[in-house]
Every structure is written in structure tokens, then in C-alpha cells.
């Protein structure tokens, strides 16, 4: 039998208030573990929010990256062997490494986004790289974080590229899993997740500008908030839903393929994904929600064309010749041919 998880969680501004009811079940000690920036910004909150209740023994940075040496180097530190519950805060590579640091040590995990940016806090997986910063492998826990917490506040004041690249990312989610599941007979727990993909999209649409114009202006907004559920949980309440092969197609096949051609600008994972969306809804023939996406990002700031990642179109073919080879897209509807790929973005191209 096969164990499923999906996410639990607490938004808003109080968020960590919520650390005194959800976490003395698990322990009476935690280590906190996060990037630097992000251990400053939230630490005092956390641990003004566990006294009385939660001692923290200790708080350590993470590492450089999401890699195995740096989980294993966490594992080996006295505080966190000691500790019942261990808290990562951070983005992503810092989420992924800690959650693999618990994993090792069998130990609770609770945590604390403080970016409104990608599901890393509330999914079982986790990118693992090579120290040089290369991707290695979507290594999976048995189960996700116990609980997160996500403290608007806290995220209200992270860098708006990262909220903006949010955003992008996670705008591929429901058309990248719809067409990688396709004609497929799912059962049920796909089913669910398939479904789930199918609700990720409308909410972003429709108040992503709103919520962008907020971010920017620094206002806390519902609206804010509202979308910040739609970027960290509704997509994590998928990917804990489905196998991998659908979890990307094209859009990610393009962010993978970045590196592999000249750009000006060192786009976002987020931005890239963004425009391989566009790539892909217009590849599949979905020009009315490729358009009502396309209006999004000009309203919001997010990438439409190959310039606003900084390809210029005579690199386009070598671009859609690396994409087409990643894993990606080995779980495909009806085979991607490089042609039509490339008169896809030429199409994009040739829009206002
Ligand atoms: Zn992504």
C-alpha cells in the first residue's frame, strides 16, 4: 500500500502563532536551519513564537546549495541530532536540503517559507545538486513537512523577481500536467491530482496583476495572500499527487535547456517557465488561454518573448533542439517535432 500525503498549513501574519498548537505534539526541542537572509528576517519571529513552549537549541546555516554533502554535513551536528523537531526556513534549496536532513535523521520536519516562490516547502521531493551547482536528482522523502508555515509578513518583504518568477512557475502548472496526462486512464489518486492541475490556472489569471501591483506596493492584501496559496500550495497539492513524468513538459524542457544557449540576462527558473508555458500553449493549439497568459505577464511583468530572457531568435533552434531531448518531454501527448516547436516561438515573436 502506498502512503499518501498532502500538505498542512497556516497563512497570514499570525502565521507563527500557530507554531504553539500544531508542534508541541511532535517534541519539546527544534533546531532551526536556513540560508542566512532568511534566518534573519524570520528567526526572531519564530523563536518569540515558541517561548514558553518550544526550546530552540539551535539555528544553522544550511549550506551553498540543495546538495546530499551539505544534508550530511547537517546531520552531524550535535544540536540537530539532539533536537525532536527541526525547522527549515528559507526558499527552496534551503526547504530541500533540511527536508533531506530530516529525512536521514527520521525526525520531525516543520517549515517556514519565507518567499512566495515555488512548492519546496510543502512537497516530499527534493532538487538535489552537485556541489558545482549542477542538477543531480529529484530525490523523495517518504512524506512532506508536518506542517508549514508561512508568515505574510515575512514574505511580503522577500524580492519581488522571486515572487514575480513565483508566479511564472507556477502558471506551467496546470497546462504542463494536463497535456502530460493526456488520453491517460489515471487512477485515483492521479485523478485527483490531474484535477487539481486543472484548478492552478484561473485564480492566477484573474488575480495575478492585482496581487504583483500589491507585492510591489508592499500591501498585504487577501488578493496577495489568495495567490500566494495558488503559487506554494495548490501546486504542491499536485506534485504530492502525481508521478514525476507528468509534473513537467515543455515549459521546463526549455528553462532545462537555458544554459545551453547564449542569454544576456540570467533569468529566473520562474521566468523561463513562464515563457516555455507560452511556447507550449501556443505549440498545442490553445491560443484563447495562451492570450489571456500572455495578457497576465504584460500586465504583471513577466516574460512574453525570447528577449525578456535574453535569447536572441537566431539561437531559437539550437534552444528547441536541446528542449526536445529532456526528460521533460518524454511523456507527451503526440510527438513534439523541432519545427513546430520553433514556429511556435516565431509566432510568439510576431505578437504585439
Ligand atoms: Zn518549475
Not at 511532535?26 to 534573519?40: L, M, P, Q, S, Y
Not at 502548472?173 to 490556472?201: P, Q, T
Not at 525570447?306 to 529532456?326: C, F, M, Q, R, T
Request: one cysteine or more; aromatic letters at 8%.
Amino acid at each position: 500500500m502506498k502512503n499518501n500525503f498532502f500538505p498542512s498549513y497556516s497563512i497570514g501574519p499570525d502565521a507563527y502563532d500557530e507554531i504553539r498548537v500544531v508542534c508541541p505534539h511532535f517534541g519539546k526541542t527544534a533546531v532551526i536551519i536556513g540560508g542566512n537572509t532568511a534566518r534573519a528576517k524570520a528567526e526572531p519571529a519564530i523563536r518569540k513564537a515558541c517561548s514558553g513552549s518550544i526550546e530552540i537549541l539551535g539555528s544553522f546555516l544550511y549550506g551553498d546549495d540543495a546538495t546530499f554533502e551539505n544534508a550530511d554535513k547537517l546531520t552531524e551536528i550535535p544540536e540537530v541530532k539532539e533536537a525532536d523537531m527541526i525547522f527549515a526556513v528559507g526558499g527552496g534549496r534551503a526547504c530541500d536540503t533540511t527536508k533531506c536532513a530530516a529525512e536521514k535523521l527520521d525526525k520531525p520536519l516543520f517549515t517556514f517559507p519565507t518567499l512566495i516562490s515555488n512548492c519546496a516547502s510543502v512537497t516530499a521531493v527534493c532538487i538535489m545538486y552537485y556541489p558545482d551547482h549542477t542538477y543531480r536528482a529529484n530525490w523523495y522523502r517518504k512524506r512532506p513537512a508536518y506542517h508549514t508555515f508561512i508568515n505574510t509578513t515575512i514574505t511580503g518583504g522577500s524580492p519581488e523577481n522571486y515572487f514575480l518568477a513565483g508566479l511564472g512557475d507556477a502558471l506551467s502548472k496546470e497546462y504542463e500536467v494536463l497535456f502530460s496526462a493526456r488520453g491517460d486512464k489515471l487512477n485515483y489518486i492521479r485523478s485527483i491530482g490531474v484535477r487539481l492541475a486543472g484548478n492552478c490556472s484561473d485564480g492566477l489569471i484573474e488575480k495575478g496583476a492585482e496581487a504583483a501591483r500589491d507585492f510591489h506596493e508592499g500591501k498585504a492584501t487577501e488578493t496577495l495572500t489568495y495567490v500566494a496559496q495558488n503559487i506554494i500550495i495548490s501546486t504542491g497539492l499536485v506534485s504530492n499527487c502525481i508521478p514525476i513524468e507528468y509534473n513537467s513538459s515543455l515549459a521546463h524542457a526549455i528553462y532545462n535547456s537555458f544554459h545551453d544557449v547564449p542569454h544576456t540576462v540570467n533569468a529566473l527558473h520562474g521566468d523561463v517557465v513562464c515563457y516555455g508555458t507560452l511556447v507550449l500553449l501556443t505549440l498545442d493549439k490553445q491560443i484563447a488561454e495562451r492570450d489571456r497568459m500572455r495578457k497576465l505577464c504584460k500586465e504583471a511583468g513577466l516574460p512574453y518573448k525570447l528577449a525578456h530572457i535574453g535569447i536572441k531568435i537566431e539561437d531559437a533552434p539550437n534552444l528547441v533542439k536541446e528542449a526536445i531531448k529532456k526528460p521533460d518531454v518524454d511523456k507527451v501527448p503526440y510527438p513534439l517535432k523541432e519545427k513546430d516547436i520553433l514556429a511556435a516561438i516565431e509566432e510568439l515573436e510576431g505578437l504585439d
